[in-house]
């Protein structure tokens, strides 16, 4: 925008000047040319004059003048007495004053010629005078004119741009203040404030977005206290229905009471993953932060390691190729809890002997992630739902169904993307993808 403000106030300086400068300086040209013309017409009518006396003296006077005229010009006087002379006296001679520009044959060069008849007192042609004057040292003096305006136009300009780029950055800096605050809240911070400064409409926009970073921050404040609540209020009676329940199993002796009391045991379990499920889902949909650059090598052996005592007690092997994985911009935290739930939905479909592979890579600039595992996998068609909350794949046993939705949100918050894939054998490929870090 700067930059656009600063060309265009170039532009009409530069258009004011060419309205200006350009005329003066055709005028100055012509009133050079008319200056020439009238300089040699007054020599010429001055020596016309002692040619029509014609006596001793005059003469003498007018080879002074000639003599004079030649050594402090470049120009030419030339006399003729009588009415014979050369061609370029004929008309002068007729009684005609003749100014012409052009190839002038006595200087050998382009110039104005002057030729004026001498009249004596009586009216006869006592003779001619012409006055001959080159076009170079005119030329030299327009160039001067127009080099002079040219430079003072491009010294203006300059000045013009240096002063447009003054008032462009105090004009824009109000906005420039409001892209930063932009630019912060996008990166989390939703405390930030700027001043109400600068014309009507930017003030207004200001307040505007003051007000709506206060809502927002109003709105997420509001959405972590009722996830801290609900974590509270929900988990405790869970657990504690979960404990009675035990207590009850462990003490009753009939057979088919404690089937009831196991099966409503199971059901206390899947009722704390989905409670626990929709916290997660709520807090990545809340959490609002800046990505930074987090080696995914790292994150993905932690995992890893973490998961490998289930993946062990199933009998399912947990495998990343070597080398170093590149750095991706991401939320601390997320590629964590994305892996979480990623190997947790892994290792329920995965059977003794199967292996789940954990991959990052760079494919441009991007990073790739998968997770494969060796499961019955999903069929083409019912991958764009697998995503839906509350999704479950069918009849599998187990699971809330939000591990998918909460990796979506999660990655998507970051910039980011997910796909199903099929693997050239049997499982499913999850394949995210994160903008490229440095670090």
Known sequence: ???????????????????????????????????????????????????????????????????????????????VFGTDGPSDFDRA?????????????????????????????????????????????????????????????????????????????????PLRALTRMAGRLRDGDLTVRVEETGPVEVRTLARTLNTAAGTIDGLVGSQRTFIADASHQLRTPLTALRLSLDNIADEADDPALRDDVDLAAAEVVRMSRLVNGLLALARAEGHVSAPEAIRTSDVIDERLDVWRAAADEKGVRLHRPPGSGPAALITRGNLEQILDNLLANALEVSSAGDEITVAARRTGSAVTVTVRDQGPGIPADLRDRAFDRFWRGGDRPGGSGLGLAIVKQLVEDDGGAVRLLSPDGPGLIVELRFLLGHG
């Not at 009249?119 to 012409?130: E, H, Q």
């Not at 300059?158 to 002063?163: E, H, P, R, V």
């Open 1 to 79: 925008m700067i930059r656009q403000l600063v060309v265009s106030y170039v532009v009409l300086v530069a258009i004011a000047i060419a309205a200006f400068t350009v005329p003066v300086a055709w005028l100055l040209t012509d009133q050079l040319h008319e200056d020439a013309v009238s300089a040699a017409t007054r020599e010429a009518d001055t020596a016309a004059l002692l040619v029509a006396v014609g006596d001793a003296p005059s003469r003498q006077a007018l080879a002074s003048l000639t003599e004079a005229y030649q050594r402090q010009t470049p120009g030419r006087l030339d006399v």
């Open 93 to 173: 001679l007729a009684g005609e004053r003749v100014v012409s520009w052009g190839h002038q044959p006595v200087l050998g060069a382009d110039g104005l010629m002057v030729v004026v008849p001498a009249r004596a007192d009586d009216g006869t042609i006592a003779g001619a005078v012409r006055v001959t004057y080159p076009s170079a040292p005119m030329e030299q003096r327009q160039w001067q004119i127009w080099g002079f305006r040219a430079g003072l136009a491009v010294a203006v300009l300059i000045a013009a741009a240096l002063l447009g780029l003054l008032l462009a950055r105090r004009v824009t800096s």
